[in-house]
């Protein structure tokens, strides 16, 4: 028990890590639909390259989608909306016509106690014929009023506006019995008071002529907008339910195949019958699998899911150990393999949009833009082979997302350029339509055959790619990554920080700027990451603002404030810039990346100066190298060795009394050589020939920074 407990202790952080991959594999398994899989590959257009099949048993000749939308858009064709007729509202509305004719007959006439009706034309002095009038003004309102109502009045809402602008028929249902209306047979609420007003003034207008102007007034001051309300409702469960039951009835084969009919011979040119017949079975033979042996295609998940990890695994394992070691990278890159298969699995299974509109080239992009071309394209082989199994028409998905991934990590070279990511997605749109043109002509052996909406669902891959952008922000605050966008962001010099530096340190900023062309020049040179080391060399001195006096490069007065100090204090106060860097840089939220920097630019080496004066002056005493060593640690990419060779260098190079091609070579010779003797580069991945390379571009830049002028005459 303590052997084990000693070795989990000991191997603590692979034993993370292996659970990590090992949890992985498991939730893509979990993901997985539990499907066989037909053991052929085949393509339409391209000869059959197995042996002779035999039907194994009877199945149907399944259509295909497009005829499949053909037959469904023909049967929907004459397809009618469903709309109820409600009686009641006509009943309703009559009672309160009724009522509202009488009270404003009443306040007309002065009889207020008595219907109108049952009044004697001689009561109401001065009527003449009033009331006949009213009664015969009553009955024919009524008579348009049921007409109106008999025809209906259609409820407002989405769909009657699109049946109306339509002009389409509807079928309205009366007492169960449903009837087809045309579509000048019903109104609208606005059509049938229009219809309403129009009759009305035109009776009054006829009827009225030898009657008095009184009442003639009457019946145009009556308002009949309170009585045109909706009586047609829409249906949409009968609707739907009559839709479905039209569905339901539409076959979905055509035709049989008999168990032992030959479907498909070697070398026999796969057309479109016998490449329907062969989908036919593929579906089929994989739903019998599925259901009749679910542990057996379970087993064969976990193989191939377990495979492909295990591949990553090594991958990562010989040639980016520096991922396994940092969890948050290999959590990262474990979280993006699981996002793409869920997504993958989600559409698969649900099938709301085509398989096409899945930007998988998103990964190959974020990849390339926190690590490097080489982890983002393997990283974006294993997705796709993942996810290939599953996917519809395996051959033609790999291969286009490959392409398209190839496409996607070479064209993103500057991801801080914003157009750039959009003419990445433009490229990555016309490689899908170039790539599916060329397949679909080799398939369909017809231009007119090809399904062109595939090509819109190109174009909106292509525009997800844009999301991109946001990702990379979300991604970098999760997982502490850094973009170029962001270090582009860091490295200009208006950035609060670098103006405080140039303002309370001018000398050091200075410096900062040489450093970081030095450094930017190198890295590019030998391979690394120019925008990062550049960012780095601008903030590797800040910690020099909290004392800038006690820094030759800031002092212009001639006052040097260690002539009061002794060696060790001088020096303390020296090696401080490196721990009030971090500081610093921790207070103003800097990456973790670029205060690697300011960790790193001084590794473990001594402040030489300070500790040689020392030695000269004391010779005989025991000097404590501690109070003269930097905390280190040493730099540990190839990026942070650029830098220090270029601060030691850029700053001894002010010192040189003599500034020809020996002395500069001379100078940037002896002090990394020195860094080398002192071991300072042994943590990093840098070679001998880099350092060789290295130094021949330091010494050409410093003779640029320090060649002769011509001397201009008096």
């Known amino acids: 028990m303590k052997k084990i407990v000693r070795f989990a202790k000991k191997h603590y952080h692979s034993i993370r890590v292996a659970s990590f991959f090992l949890l992985t594999a498991f939730l893509i398994l979990y993901m997985l639909p539990r499907e066989g899989k037909f053991r052929y590959e085949f393509q339409r257009g391209r000869p059959w390259m197995h042996e002779t099949l035999i039907a194994p048993f009877n199945f149907p000749i399944y259509k295909s989608e497009a005829e ?47 219907d109108f009706r049952n009044q004697d034309e001689g009561s109401v002095t ?3 014929n009033f009331f006949t009038v009213a009664e015969d003004f009553s009955a024919y309102s009524k008579r348009l009023l049921n007409d109106i109502y008999n025809r209906g009045i259609i409820e407002p809402g989405e769909t009657a506006d699109r049946i109306v602008a339509a002009q389409e028929p ?33 009776w009054i207008e006829t009827e009225l002529s030898d009657k008095p102007r009184a009442f003639e007034g009457f019946f145009y001051t009556l308002d009949f907008s309170g009585f045109i309300h909706p009586n047609l ?51 089929e033979y994989e739903a019998k699998v599925s259901g009749a042996n679910v542990n057996l295609v379970l087993l064969g998940q976990l193989i191939l899911v377990f495979s492909l990890i295990i591949v990553l695994y090594l991958f990562l394992y010989n040639f980016r150990r520096e991922i396994l070691k940092d969890i948050r990278m290999t959590l990262f890159i474990l979280f993006l393999l699981l996002l793409m298969v869920f997504v993958s699995m989600m559409t698969i299974r649900y099938s709301t949009v085509n398989f096409y509109l899945v930007p998988f080239a998103i990964v190959a992009i974020i990849m390339r833009t926190f690590f490097d071309e080489r982890l983002a394209l393997f990283a974006h082989t294993i997705i796709l082979l993942l996810i290939g199994f599953f996917a519809p028409n395996s051959f033609e998905f790999v291969f286009l997302n490959f392409i398209a991934g190839i496409v996607a990590i070479f064209s993103l070279t500057n991801l801080y350029r914003r157009s750039k990511l959009f003419l990445t997605a433009g490229i990555i749109f016309l490689t899908y339509s170039t790539l599916y043109f060329g397949i679909a002509v080799i398939q369909e052996r017809s231009i007119a055959s090809i399904e062109y909406m595939n090509f819109a669902w190109f174009g909106g891959n292509g525009l997800l790619v844009l999301i991109t952008y946001p990702l990379l922000y979300i991604f970098e605050k999760s997982f502490g990554f850094i973009s170029d966008a962001t270090l582009m962001e860091l490295s200009d010099t208006n950035q609060p920080l670098l103006r405080k ?86 207070k103003h939220n800097l990456p973790e990346q670029i205060i690697d920097f300011i960790r790193t630019h001084h590794g473990t080496t001594r402040v ?46 002010r010192s040189l009394k003599k500034t020809d091609v020996e002395s500069i070579d001379n100078l940037v010779e002896s002090i990394i050589n020195s860094q080398v003797g002192e071991e300072q580069f042994t943590d990093t991945d840098i070679t001998f020939r880099d350092i060789t390379i290295i130094k021949d571009i330091y010494k050409n830049k410093l003779r640029n920074i320090y060649h002769a002028r011509v001397e201009y005459p008096e």
């Open 501 to 586: 530096l140039a303002e309370e340190a001018p000398g050091t900023f200075q410096h900062s700027i040489q450093v970081a062309n030095l450094a930017e020049a190198a890295i590019f040179e030998i391979g690394g990451n120019p925008l990062l080391v550049r960012t780095g060399a601008l903030y590797h001195d800040i910690g020099k603002m909290s004392d800038p006096g006690y820094f030759i490069e800031n002092q212009t007065s001639g006052y040097n404030p260690h002539d009061e100090l002794d060696f060790e204090e001088s020096a303390q106060k020296i090696i401080s810039h490196v721990p009030k860097g971090v500081e610093m840089a921790k």
């Open 233 to 283: 409702t829409y249906d949409q469960s009968m609707t739907e339910r009559v839709r479905q039951s039209l569905l339901d009835e539409m076959s979905h084969a055509r035709g049989m195949v008999q168990a032992g009919e030959r479907i498909v011979s070697r070398g026999d040119l796969i057309t479109g019958d016998v490449y329907r017949i062969l989908e036919s079975l593929k579906r």
């Open 170 to 202: 509807i079928i309205v249902v009366r007492n169960n019995i449903g009837e087809r209306t045309p579509a000048d047979g019903f109104f609208r609420q606005k059509t049938a008071y229009e219809f309403l007003t129009a009759n009305i003034d035109n």
């Open 68 to 114: 499949l939308n053909a037959e469904r858009d023909s049967l929907l064709e004459g397809f009618r909306h469903y709309f109820r007729h409600d009686s009641l509202v006509y009943d309703s509305i009559i009672k309160s016509f009724e009522g509202y004719l009488d009270s404003n007959i009443a306040v007309f006439t002065g009889v207020a106690s008595r």
């Open 126 to 128: 001065g009527a003449d």
């Open 608 to 653: 030489q100066y300070f500790y040689r004066s020392y030695l000269k002056e004391y010779p005989n005493d025991e000097v404590d190298l501690q109070k003269y060593t930097y905390p280190g640690p040493k730099p540990f990419s190839r990026e942070t060795a650029v830098l220090m060779m270029a601060d030691s260098v850029e700053a001894a190079s």
